[in-house]
């Protein structure tokens, strides 16, 4: 993950911009990722001053994620900015999610981290299918099915286990 890596030690005050690909490849390097494909275009500004980094991160693209209700895969776009500050130095400060602290001796910061949690960030918390013109989802029709066919069944049976609670009396 060395191409993650940006080195600044050597860079003069000013702005840099990079410009990274993420792939499928680079998701496989964190065990336990929801995501396995993707491709995502990252634009990194650098601002560099004398004890201090400003990285702006643009993120643009698509990952492939599993619908919460059919189970299939489906396509979906990010697009996500982010900012954080790196400050380089030894010192007591508050770290945050958008604030960190190095130590004077590192030479490079590596921002594959930061790229992975910006991507989960950008994910809606329900991943389901997107909907037509209609407002009907594309998820699997035989799922769909199936499920509303559960959902219509009434449970008319208790469970005998139940009744023992009735006879408490509750104070």
């Not at 199936?146 to 104070?171: A, G, M, Q, S």
């Amino acid at each position: 993950m060395d191409q993650f890596s940006i080195r600044f030690t050597n860079l003069k005050p000013g702005a840099y911009h990079y410009e990274l690909l993420i792939d499928d490849k680079f998701f496989e390097n964190f065990s336990g990722s929801e995501i396995k494909q993707g491709r995502v275009n990252v634009r990194i500004e650098l601002q560099k001053q004398v004890k201090m980094l400003v990285l702006d991160f643009k993120l643009e693209g698509t990952v492939n994620l599993i619908c919460d209700r059919c189970l299939d895969d489906f396509d979906f776009s990010i697009f996500s900015t982010n900012k954080l500050v790196v400050k380089i130095g030894i010192g007591k400060i508050e770290e945050t999610d958008e604030i960190i602290m190095i130590p004077e001796t590192e030479h490079k910061i590596n921002v594959a981290q930061f790229i992975y949690e910006y991507i989960h960030l950008a994910l809606p918390p329900k991943r389901t299918h997107p909907e037509d013109e209609n407002g009907f989802p594309f998820c699997n029709k035989e799922i769909i099915e199936k499920l509303k066919e559960h959902k219509n069944k009434e449970i008319n049976e208790v469970d005998p286990r139940w009744d023992v609670l009735k006879n408490l009396n509750l104070n």
